[in-house]
């Protein structure tokens, strides 16, 4: 269908058009790929390209269906895979040098399960270093760039599979999100991004950055998308030891019955305010009267916690960072560096480890050793997990009162690329709104709410539901971007200058 541009279909109208046999999967991957080759210098959203192993993997899903196979929902749909996550014989360096060249023997339990849907993955994508960062400035590869501005960044530390999506590289693509890394670079792009609650999506195969913290999940380019990959990779799984085991909620119809009626809706006082762009709380507030008009009851909620989860989550994460970072020595795979038989081992750890990470991820490993260190563990990693239990207790108490809590996903729209990579502080502040979702362990979806009116650029619509109850998510997320939809005449991103 030469007359169709298929890597700008969502991936559920990539989906129709494979099922009614009116195009292949070597069709769509070959224009995905084509895509990709065309323009992702220019954006840089992916480390490697997997052409061979992409297009191979269409034939198979092609055969299937001549065959009469019975495929899953996304079978033959193309994907993008963040690099922190393995794949079997393909390049994952988690943005690091101290991993260039290393190719794992084994599949992540979501790579596993994302080739058993007969999901296409077109490569790896760019992230900052280990995931350590809001704004992909931190890969050891080279920033990638925001779709919408060249000059912006696109939030971090998934902002190469946010990127893709929003560039049209890839319809679907996987994210981690451990302080809001799939959901600020959603929010910063114009896309949906979802993190499942945690333990609900296997975290064997995700390179650990923080492991009481990480979680997997779907971005896409609409609520159903997502709700089709998040469906898709979810369940439980015995090789991780945080796996719920729970039957996953309906998240397909949650995101296709898309009604509010009757839900109780509750605005976090502490995500707003001081502090957020003007152009974010208005777009913000205009979605909140969207949903109140659909027959929601908007509720004020205060979660008096929040305000130190900043601090704590900046100790959690660089403590456990600086445990799982360990195992990164150049002993046993990745990078080695001075091993010329005259120093000893412990020399060429130390010189391994030194050219081999770069200056956030040695700046969180020195903060976490340090809050962990004798005479300093119960001051400041016992101080935040003190913090940590008070902010679920905020949770539990709102989540008594509403349904779902709401709040803008970042503070701002993307930042110019350079503009915070000096300030560390500044850069930590992006993940203000996000971050007592990770440290609670409750599931959160960002959407696009519509552009910023001073700069133009895409805000994002924060929802927050209780942990298993992510079906909720959806239901809130559908019934507000079809009103968007109504409004706009389509997809947000559809204004993302052509290229």
């Excluded at 109140?292 to 009851?297: I, R």
């Excluded at 445990?323 to 002993?331: E, K, Q, T, V």
């Excluded at 519509?450 to 895409?458: F, H, V, W």
């Amino acid at each position: 269908m030469s007359d169709l541009d298929l890597t700008r279909l969502t991936a559920s109208q990539i989906s129709e058009l494979l099922v009614s046999r009116v195009v292949s999967s070597r069709e769509v991957t070959t224009a995905h790929l084509d895509r990709i080759a065309a323009i992702d210098a220019d954006i840089h959203a992916f480390l490697h390209v997997d052409t061979e192993g992409a297009l191979a993997t269409a034939d198979a899903i092609d055969g299937a269906r001549a065959a009469g196979a019975e495929l899953g929902p996304l079978a033959g749909v193309p994907l993008a895979l963040k690099d922190v996550l393995t794949m079997k014989d393909i390049p994952t360096t988690c943005g690091s040098r101290i991993l260039e060249g290393w190719r794992p023997p084994y599949d992540a339990t979501v790579t596993r399960r994302l080739r058993e849907a007969g999901i296409v993955i077109l490569g790896k994508t760019n992230m900052d270093e280990f995931a350590m960062g809001s704004s992909t400035e931190h890969s050891a590869y080279g920033p990638t760039r925001n779709p919408w501005d060249l000059d912006r960044i696109p939030g971090g530390s998934g902002g190469g599979s946010a990127a893709a999506i929003a560039s049209f590289e890839a319809p679907l693509a996987i994210g981690t999100d451990t302080g809001g890394s799939i959901r600020q670079p959603a929010a910063v792009t114009g896309t949906v991004g979802v993190k499942p609650t945690y333990g609900a999506v296997s975290r064997y195969g995700l390179v650990a950055l923080a492991s009481s913290l990480d979680q997997a999940g779907p971005c896409a380019r609409t609520v159903l998308d997502a709700a089709l990959l998040h469906d898709a990779i979810a369940g439980f799984d015995p090789r991780d030891s945080t796996s719920l085991q729970q039957p996953v909620p309906d998240v397909v119809a949650a995101a296709k019955r898309g009604d509010v009626a009757g839900m109780r809706i509750g605005l976090v006082t502490e995500l707003g305010g001081e502090g957020y762009q003007p152009g974010v709380r208005q777009r913000f507030a205009e979605s909140v009267a969207i949903l109140e008009k659909l027959g929601a009851e908007i509720v004020e909620v205060s979660c008096p916690s929040f305000d130190y989860a900043l601090a704590a989550y900046y100790l959690i994460l660089p403590s456990e960072a600086s445990s799982n970072l360990a195992r990164f020595d150049g002993i046993r795979y990745g990078q080695r560096v001075g091993d010329d038989g005259t120093r000893s081992v412990e020399e060429v750890m130390s010189l391994t480890r030194e050219a081999g990470f770069g200056p956030e991820v040695k700046r969180r490993i020195m903060l976490g050793t340090y809050a962990l260190s004798s005479g300093y563990y119960d001051a400041y990693y016992g101080s935040a997990q003190k913090v940590r239990t008070l902010i679920q207790r905020d949770f539990a108490a709102a989540f008594a009162q509403v349904d779902v809590l709401i709040s803008p996903t970042a503070p701002t729209t993307a930042f110019r690329l350079g503009e915070k990579l000096d300030d560390p502080l500044a850069m930590y502040l992006n993940d203000v709104a996000t971050i007592p979702v990770n440290l609670a362990g409750n599931a959160a979806m960002s959407l696009p709410v519509g552009l910023a009116p001073e700069d133009g650029l895409p805000v994002g619509m924060q929802i927050i539901a209780p942990a298993m109850a992510d079906d909720r998510l959806y239901r809130v997320g559908g019934a507000l971007e079809q009103a968007l939809f109504d409004r706009w005449g389509g997809l947000l991103i559809e204004e993302v200058p052509a290229r």
